[in-house]
């Protein structure tokens, strides 16, 4: 059977941009923790509540007011209701879209407090988990005509192109 696929969920390489983007965004605020906490940031608390509150601030609250960050707009895409695309998320939703990595962070943070940040076990469950939901996200979105991702499921989400070509193709 084939399948038709909108042309305007096809967002991979966008989102991809887009991530890469908003890393650079958040590059300033690297080299600050570096000049505040010292040259191993990411072993520091303060650090990493600092840098994960920013990001998390940034992404909700530019989810819920824009249904984009800064390096979404660039690479021309939006997130927005699943049932009705042309409704922004909620701030509920857009909380729920970035709860696992949320979750995450709460892990790292708790390996950091437990003193196990330097040991190999604390290094391996904060490396594995990371993975682990990094693959689930890209095996997630290859399987569903949305393209949706695992995040995009839990806050009943869809990324969209902004603008460009949409007509359907078959795969």
Known sequence: MTETINN????????LGATLIDAIIFLPVLFLSNELFGPDPEKSIGWQIIQNGL????????????????????????????QDEN??????????????GVAIFLLQLLILVLDYGDTEIGEQIISLSTLV???????????????RSIHD???NSVVIKTKGDTKKYGT
């Open 8 to 15: 305007k969920y096809q967002t991979f390489f966008n989102r």
């Open 55 to 82: 990001y998390y601030a940034y992404s909700i609250i530019g989810h819920t007011l824009y249904g984009q960050t800064i390096g979404k707009k660039i690479t021309s895409i939006k997130v927005v209701q699943n």
């Open 87 to 100: 409704k922004l998320l909620s701030f509920r939703q857009s909380f729920m879209r970035d709860s696992i």
């Open 133 to 147: 939901w990094i693959v689930a996200e890209m095996v997630t979105m290859l399987f569903n005509n949305k393209r």
């Open 153 to 155: 499921y839990i806050a």
